[in-house]
């Protein structure tokens, strides 16, 4: 019964339309876990350096 609901909504617009939204969806998300996994590199050295400087001063 699923599947005859799915495939009926597959052929509907309102079903072609929500495929492509969650398509749009899932591509913002695949870019916005992109942008974080390039940008973790960049902090985590940052955090290290003022890291390093602080146990430097404090010796």
Known sequence: MRIIAFMHRLRSDSGVTSIEYALIASL????????LTALSGGLQLNYQDTADKIAAAGS
């Open 28 to 35: 913002i998300s695949i870019a916005i876990l992109g942008g």
